[in-house]
């Protein structure tokens, strides 16, 4: 998608290891998302950022961290990859919250822990 | 707990037919709730945003009713296409700020020709 691209798109891991997905920007946007798709489930929201440096968590932040050192790069962690956390793995940006502000998501990363 | 159901889970069509998709929400307050259009691989795509005062929103063939009384969307689709296919996202936010999505499990469409 224009404007936002997730490195790598896929990855195949083993349990235990540390795992970083990128999500990167170049529209200068102030919010950026990491969400988890799973069969079934709805979208949920893992960390978001709001700025350089400020970050918070989300519905299922558990086991993940996240980083944003500038505001075109958004990191997610995974300290010691589980199988629970095989996943897709999707990336969104917002100039700003609210209504009148559409959300543009990444293509997303497969990540698989075997 | 704020929930977002849709229905069908899929649906199969064929080319140029119109169909309906569902869904029902309990989120409260409500604030805005979106569609989003989403292909095999990729990520999804706005395709509406409605808020409270809004009844319809039209992009194209793709065609969003909001019923805030009874929390319904539909999300109608004329003269279906071969691209049609996809899953369709219906998300629920009960402010303006983005962390708080609730999303729907999505719909899947086939349109076969």
């Known amino acids: 998608d224009a404007g936002i691209t997730q490195s790598p798109r896929h990855k195949v891991t083993e349990t235990g290891t540390p795992v970083t997905l990128r999500c990167h920007q170049t529209?200068?946007?102030?919010?950026m998302y990491w969400y988890r798709q799973d069969p079934g489930h709805g979208l949920r929201l893992i960390h978001y950022s709001y700025g350089v440096k400020d970050t918070d968590k989300g519905e299922v932040s558990d086991g993940y961290s996240v980083s944003r050192s500038k505001t075109e790069d958004f990191l997610l962690t995974l300290e010691s990859a589980t199988s629970s956390q095989t996943s897709v793995y999707f990336c969104?940006?917002?100039?700003?919250?609210?209504?009148?502000?559409?959300?543009?998501f990444g293509s997303g990363t497969r990540l698989t822990v075997v | 707990k704020n929930q977002v159901e849709q229905s069908p889970q899929s649906l199969i069509i064929l080319e140029g037919k119109n169909c309906t998709l569902q869904?029902?929400?309990?989120?409260?307050?409500?604030?805005?709730l979106r569609w989003y259009k989403q292909d095999t691989g990729r990520g999804p795509v706005s395709l509406t945003i409605?808020?409270?005062?809004?009844n319809t929103k039209s992009n194209g063939r793709y065609t969003a009713t909001l019923d805030a009384d009874t929390k319904q969307s539909s999300l109608h689709i004329t003269a279906s296409q071969l691209s049609d296919s996809a899953s369709y996202i219906c998300?629920?936010?009960?402010?303006?700020?983005?962390?708080?999505?609730?999303f729907g499990p999505g719909t899947r469409l086939s349109v076969l020709p």
């Open positions: 969104a940006i917002s100039e700003l919250a609210g209504a009148n502000y559409g959300y543009t």
């Open positions: 529209e200068n946007h102030r919010y």
């Open positions: 869904c029902n929400y309990t989120v409260s307050p409500f604030s805005n």
């Open positions: 409605m808020t409270f005062s809004e």
């Open positions: 998300v629920v936010s009960p402010d303006n700020y983005g962390q708080n999505f609730v």
